[in-house]
């Protein structure tokens, strides 16, 4: 039997955070409260250099949502000039070494054939949409993973999930505008994101690239 591997030694942290679904965004000075959010100490300092979004598996009965999300994550995320991550432009050809995305472990070799069908990519970031529900209540449940696939190893897991209806949530929303947008939002302002899926979907994705640490610089006389 294939020896499946935990997600770093951390799994039961990890684990716990991806299972609790938040039902607001709890305010706080940074705005990015309210995700269960597990980091490797060493991303900060040594992130990979080249990392695969594969497509968010969707769980929901909202066809397609996903695809926007996933979108508006990979910008985000990049935003934060951690690692390189990159989108397929289309699924890898060789699907059958692509495993269940939604998996909670993966065996040795499926890490391995995952490597091989990514082009050598040191890390992948895994995840899907497990809650959605449209407009005028939108809500939106999403758990993403950073595994290393050269050593197996857990880099950043955040889980969780927010509601426009949350007083809470609003408050993140109003500072996310006015830090990011400014007054570029039109007539509706903030409250655009509370109307607007792919308004709330800049929101989500801006509070969950902002769960990632800041990337440490190395310098003369330190490790970095």
Known sequence: MPRRIPLGRTTAVAAAGLAALLAGCMASPHGHEGWNVYVHPTLASHPPARVVFLPLYNETDFPNMEEGLAEELCQAIQRRHLFH???????????????ALNAKTFTLKELAEM?????????VLIGGVDQAHPFPQMQVGLCLRLLDLRNARLLWA?????????????????????RELGSGAGPFEWQLATVSPRAFQKFVAWQVAGTLPRRIRSSAGTSG
């Open 115 to 123: 490597r091989r069908t990514l082009g050598g990519a040191d890390a």
């Open 85 to 99: 991550l990159e989108m397929p432009v289309q699924p890898p050809q060789d699907k059958g070494a692509l495993p």
């Open 158 to 178: 955040v889980g969780g999930g927010c509601d426009t209806t949350d007083q809470r949530t609003q408050r993140c929303i109003e500072t996310f505008f006015k």
